[in-house]
C-alpha cells in the first residue's frame, strides 16, 4: 500500500495547482476614467448629475459605477455598461435621512474592464439639506401649506378639523434637486412615502400642524381619545383601540371624540344615563373596546390573555353571532355575514349568561336572519343540536326545517316588529351542550 502513496500524494498537488491556475482570473488591460463634472457639493436629496470619459487601449470596458458613501457605508450607486471607449452620463441619488447633519460624503467613479481590471478615482462631496421655503400637506380635499418658520421647522395654523390626514411634499431645491414625499410607515413619518399622515387634534378649529425635516419630528397626533384617561392605540386612520380591565358598572368617561352624540352607543356594552355618562354593561374582565369612526361605535370584545376570548368548557368565557341577517351598528352597514372576522362578540351578563340586544330593522332584520352561535371568533365549536327554544318568533334550525342545525331563522308566518327591541339571551347554565335561547321584546 506505501508504495502507492507517493504518486497520489503527487497527482493530488497537481490537480490543486491546476484547479488554482482555472479559478485565477489573470486581469490584464489599463481602464481610465476622467471625469468631466467638477464634484463640490450637493443636497440631500438630489439627483447629482455627471459625465465622465472612459477608455480602455487594450481590453473592452464593461461597467463605469457612481458610488456614494456615507462613511463607510455604501448609500447609493449607479451602474453604466460601457460597451466602448467614449463618454457616458448618468445619475446618482443622494438620499434624504433624518437625522444626518451637513458633512462631506465620499463619491467613487469606478471604471472596470472585461478582466475585472479597475481603476477608481475618489471625490470629498460637500452635503447639506436643503432648505425649503415651504411644504405642502396633500390631503383628500385639499393642499394645505406649511411656512417655514425657522431651520427645518414648517407650521400649518388656522382654522382646521380635528383630523387632518395626508402626507407631506416638499419642492425640489435647485438644478439637481427633487420633489421629496413625508408619509407614514409602520407608525412613522419617513421619507418617500405618500401614506397618509394622521395628524390630529382633540377638536376642530384654530391649532396648528408642524413638521421638521431634520429629525422628522411632527405635531399634533391624538393623545385624546381616552377611554378612563388612558390613550387607545391607533390601528389606522378610522380605528383607535383599547384593551383594559372594566368593572360592570364602572363609570367609563370617553375624551377626544368631540361628535360623541352622534355615535352609535351598543346597550349590550355602554349604559348612558340621563347626565350623559356612560357606564359598563357586562360583567368585571378584559375586554377589547375598539372606536369605529366610519361607522360611530364602539364594537366591544371580550379578551383573555390579550386575545379574543373563547367558551370555556364551564360556560364562562365568550359566545360570539357568526352569519347572515345581523349587524352592528346596523346591518345595512356592518352586516356580520359568514366573515368571521366580524363576529359580534356577546355581552356575558354574569351567571354564564350571554346576550345581544338588537333593533328590528336596523340591527336585525325582521323576516330574515340566519346565523348561530359559536364558542370562538371564527371557526370551530358551534352550537348545532346542543341549543333549544320556547320562543314563538325565532326557531332553531335542525337541518330539515329550513335551517343548518343550530342556525336562526324566523318563524314562518311571523316577523320582527319594525322599530321595536329585543334581548336574545343565551343561558349556559345548565351546560355548554343544554343551551337555551330566550327572545324577549322591550
Given at each position: ?7 497520489m500524494?503527487l ?12 479559478d485565477?482570473v489573470?486581469?490584464v488591460?489599463n481602464?481610465?476614467i476622467?471625469s468631466k ?5 450637493a443636497h ?10 472612459v477608455?480602455?487601449a ?31 452620463s448618468?445619475?446618482?441619488y443622494?438620499?434624504?435621512?433624518a437625522n ?11 471604471l ?7 481603476t ?8 447639506t439639506?436643503?432648505d425649503?421655503?415651504?411644504?405642502t ?5 385639499k393642499?394645505?401649506r ?14 382646521l ?26 407608525d412613522?413619518i ?11 387634534n382633540?377638536s ?8 421638521n425635516?431634520f429629525?422628522?419630528?411632527a405635531?399634533?397626533f ?6 378612563n384617561?388612558t390613550?387607545?392605540q391607533r390601528?389606522d386612520?378610522?380605528h383607535?383601540?383599547?384593551d383594559?380591565s ?5 363609570e ?15 346597550p349590550d356594552?355602554?349604559k348612558?344615563?340621563?347626565q350623559?355618562?356612560f357606564?359598563?354593561v357586562?360583567?368585571?374582565g378584559n375586554y377589547?373596546i375598539t372606536?369605529d369612526?366610519s361607522?360611530?361605535?364602539f ?7 390579550g386575545?379574543p ?16 341577517g345581523i349587524?352592528?351598528?346596523s346591518f345595512?352597514?356592518?352586516?356580520v355575514?359568514w366573515?368571521?372576522d366580524?363576529?359580534l362578540?356577546l355581552?356575558?351578563?354574569g351567571?354564564?349568561k350571554?346576550?345581544?340586544t338588537?333593533?328590528?330593522g336596523?340591527?336585525?332584520k325582521?323576516d ?15 352550537f348545532?343540536t ?6 314563538d318568533?325565532?326557531f332553531?334550525?335542525?337541518?330539515d326545517?329550513?335551517?343548518d342545525?343550530?342556525n ?10 319594525e322599530?321595536?327591541t329585543y ?5 349556559l347554565?345548565?351546560g ?11
Amino acid at each position: 500500500m506505501k508504495r502507492f502513496l507517493y504518486p497520489m500524494v503527487l497527482l493530488a498537488g497537481v490537480l490543486i495547482l491546476a484547479s488554482c491556475e482555472k479559478d485565477e482570473v489573470k486581469k490584464v488591460g489599463n481602464p481610465v476614467i476622467e471625469s468631466k463634472t467638477e464634484f463640490t457639493s450637493a443636497h440631500f436629496g438630489d439627483s447629482l448629475e455627471f459625465t465622465v470619459n472612459v477608455s480602455d487601449a487594450e481590453v473592452p470596458l464593461s461597467t463605469v459605477k457612481a458610488q456614494l458613501f456615507f462613511s463607510e457605508e455604501m448609500v447609493s450607486e449607479t451602474v453604466i455598461r460601457t460597451k466602448t471607449n467614449g463618454d457616458y452620463s448618468g445619475k446618482i441619488y443622494v438620499p434624504y435621512y433624518a437625522n444626518i447633519p451637513n458633512g462631506t460624503a465620499t463619491l467613487k467613479l469606478v471604471l472596470q474592464n472585461i478582466s475585472q481590471t479597475i481603476t477608481e478615482e475618489q471625490y470629498d462631496l460637500a452635503l447639506t439639506r436643503p432648505d425649503f421655503p415651504y411644504l405642502t400637506l396633500v390631503a383628500s380635499d385639499k393642499e394645505y401649506r406649511l411656512e417655514r418658520t425657522d431651520l427645518y421647522e414648517y407650521t400649518l395654523d388656522e382654522q382646521l378639523p380635528a383630523k387632518v390626514s395626508g402626507y407631506l411634499k416638499a419642492p425640489a431645491v435647485g438644478d439637481q434637486g427633487n420633489e421629496l414625499t413625508f408619509g407614514w410607515e409602520d407608525d412613522a413619518i419617513v421619507e418617500g412615502s405618500t401614506n397618509n399622515i394622521p395628524f390630529s387634534n382633540s377638536s376642530s378649529g384654530q391649532y396648528a400642524i408642524t413638521f421638521n425635516t431634520f429629525d422628522y419630528h411632527a405635531s399634533p397626533f391624538i393623545i385624546a381619545y381616552a377611554i378612563n384617561g388612558t390613550v387607545m392605540q391607533r390601528v389606522d386612520d378610522e380605528h383607535f383601540r383599547l384593551d383594559a380591565s372594566y368593572a360592570q358598572d364602572e363609570e367609563l368617561i370617553i375624551d377626544g371624540i368631540e361628535d360623541l352624540d352622534n355615535w352609535w352607543i351598543d346597550p349590550d356594552f355602554i349604559k348612558k344615563d340621563d347626565q350623559g355618562k356612560f357606564f359598563f354593561v357586562p360583567q368585571s374582565g378584559n375586554y377589547r373596546i375598539t372606536a369605529d369612526f366610519s361607522l360611530k361605535y364602539f364594537a366591544v370584545e371580550a379578551l383573555h390573555n390579550g386575545e379574543p376570548a373563547s367558551l370555556r368548557d364551564d360556560g364562562t368565557g365568550a359566545v360570539w353571532i357568526i352569519g347572515d341577517g345581523i349587524g352592528k351598528p346596523s346591518f345595512a352597514t356592518n352586516m356580520v355575514g359568514w366573515n368571521t372576522d366580524k363576529a359580534l362578540c356577546l355581552s356575558p351578563i354574569g351567571n354564564k349568561k350571554y346576550q345581544v340586544t338588537v333593533v328590528a330593522g336596523t340591527n336585525v332584520k325582521t323576516d330574515d336572519i340566519n346565523f348561530k352561535f359559536f364558542h370562538q371568533k371564527g371557526w370551530g365549536g358551534e352550537f348545532t343540536t346542543q341549543i333549544t327554544t320556547t320562543s314563538d318568533l325565532i326557531f332553531i334550525g335542525t337541518g330539515d326545517n329550513g335551517r343548518d342545525p343550530g342556525n336562526l331563522g324566523i318563524v314562518e308566518g311571523q316577523s320582527l316588529e319594525e322599530g321595536a327591541t329585543y334581548v336574545l339571551t343565551l343561558d349556559l347554565s345548565a351546560g355548554n351542550d343544554h343551551a337555551v335561547l330566550s327572545v324577549e321584546k322591550l
